[in-house]
């Protein structure tokens, strides 16, 4: 007889305790081996004063299991508090979010009968990174960061997802005809890594036609792989393409740890009713079985319940008369999903689940990787600026410009002002200063960046930050402002 699985379970804020009493039920009365330790997050530590939402020994829970199954939380509004999905994701290096997101038609109402669908979302980076600021006082800024390491393990593990699980066709989202820089590196890593999978098939989109495209002819797609905001938008739409984004569970993998958890939110204005769908937090805990290689139990589980759901007893989410048989409560929906164990829909297709190994992607020996020649051919300084306009400012900071540098450009909110720019434009208190070297692709030290600094300093000017211009091998490192 083999070992229980130690894991972490959190009940949560709003419809959570329901949801995961529900979930535990059925997943135990599979036959489960469990060990389980149960950990408070959320509101209740929140409410302490604590802006991370977990105890620090909570995390030594997480760390000795290193699997997590995790209720919804409510984090607050506002006042500085993090969320803790995405602490627990970074933190954990939890950098793969996988959603599935199938079609349950005729007994699930839909407008999308023929779907399945895998969402791969990136879950460490992007403007989920958290880094903000506010600049001046009309002007905030969220930084995008996009890594090559952390695209390439999302990447290839959507790849290896897909052979795994005899899938056809990965396709990935990117919106690199604007940012070319950041999501240009995501699509450049896709081809890299798709040449190393003949077998399957590899396509692009650009996300706004992508998403379009999802949205009306889901069948077209197989896996997507999508940087964090994309995926994290999409996995929600495509998760109620199927009729309920309450039926859709979620797993975040790490090359150490694992987290699963549903889609949805707390629902607190639905807790203590005994009416929410625990379909979707139970779907992340066979994911979850599946991950921990009790794969046989995960197959019950996911089993019976097509046949709960295919036999027409659902919870008022998915409720619909002439479809449905039944409408349960959470517990009844649990206790009918337990009395089909061991049953396979009919109509339904039913799983089969394989243990698919967590491979290491994390192979960079920095050491080891060929630097680019990397020079500094000048720098852009933000002023916060408001006395008058662009080609005022152009002039007066043409003067200033320190020797061996000069103003190349202006611009505001990305769209250059100065020189030659348009009356029509309309511009803010926050202006990019485009300084570079008077030689073109001549380098400059910092130094001279910090002797323009202060030239600009004692004039009076306020700068906010800069950001160095740098080329790579030769190749700019920086994008031009539109209209430049």
């Known amino acids: 007889m083999s070992e229980n699985t130690p894991i972490t379970v959190a009940y949560g804020d709003g419809i959570g305790p329901e949801i995961m009493q529900a979930t535990l039920d059925v997943i135990l009365a599979a036959g489960a081996k469990l060990d389980i330790e149960v950990i408070e ?19 030594d829970s997480l760390l000795r299991t290193r699997v997590f199954l995790k209720a919804p939380i409510t984090t607050p509004q506002g006042g500085g508090f993090k969320s803790l999905n995405v602490t627990t994701r970074k933190t954990l290096g939890l950098y793969a979010n996988i959603r599935p997101c199938y079609s349950y038609y005729p007994f699930v109402e839909t407008k999308h009968p023929v779907m399945d669908v895998v969402i791969m979302r990136e879950n460490e980076e992007d403007t989920y990174a958290g880094i903000e600021y506010r600049h001046t006082d009309q002007v905030t800024q969220c930084l995008k960061i996009i890594s090559e390491p952390g695209s390439e393990k999302i990447i290839r593990y959507a790849f290896e997802y897909a052979r795994a699980n005899k899938r056809k066709k990965v396709t ?90 549903a889609i949805h939110g707390s629902a607190p204005r639905r807790a203590g009713q005994n009416s929410a769908n625990p379909s979707g937090l139970l779907l992340g805990a066979v994911m979850m079985l599946a991950h921990i290689k009790q794969s046989d139990v995960a197959q019950k589980v996911h089993n019976a319940w097509l046949k709960t759901i295919e036999d027409g007893i659902h919870t008022y989410d998915i409720f619909r008369e002439g479809t449905s048989k039944e409408k349960v409560g959470t517990k009844e929906f649990a206790q009918a999903v337990i009395a089909r164990l061991g049953q396979k829909p009919a109509k339904l297709k039913d ?109 009076g000017y306020d700068f906010i930050k800069t950001e160095n211009l740098c080329t790579f091998d030769g190749v700019p490192g920086f994008s031009l402002a539109q209209g430049q």
Request: a negative charge; glycine letters at 8%.
């Open 172 to 261: 990935c989202f990117v919106k690199d005809n604007i940012m070319k820089i950041t999501d240009g590196l995501f699509h450049k890593i896709f081809d890299k890594i798709g040449e190393e999978f003949p077998d399957l098939e590899k396509e692009t989109w650009i996300v706004d036609i992508g998403a379009a495209k999802l949205a009306t002819s889901p069948e077209q797609f197989d896996v997507i792989v999508m940087e964090n905001l994309y995926g994290d938008i999409l996995s929600d739409v495509t998760a109620q393409m199927t009729g309920s984004v309450g039926l859709a569970g979620s797993a975040n993998i790490g090359d150490k740890c694992a987290m699963f958890e």
């Open 41 to 59: 997050i959320g509101e209740k530590v929140y409410s302490r004063g604590n802006t991370a939402g977990i105890e620090p020994s909570a995390w």
């Open 351 to 459: 799983v089969t689940y394989n243990d698919f190994e967590v491979k290491s992607y994390d192979h960079y020996d920095y050491k080891k990787i060929k630097k680019a020649k990397k020079e500094t051919v000048g720098c852009d300084i933000y002023l916060h600026w408001n006395e008058g306009s662009a080609n005022e400012l152009g002039e007066k900071l043409s003067s200033l410009a320190v020797s061996g540098l000069k103003l190349v450009m202006i611009s505001n909110r990305g769209v250059k002002v100065y020189p030659h720019g348009n009356a029509e434009t309309f511009c803010v208190d926050h202006w990019r200063c485009r300084f570079q070297s008077v030689n073109e692709g001549e380098s400059v030290n910092h130094s001279k960046i910090i002797e323009q600094l202060n030239t600009l300093q004692n004039a």
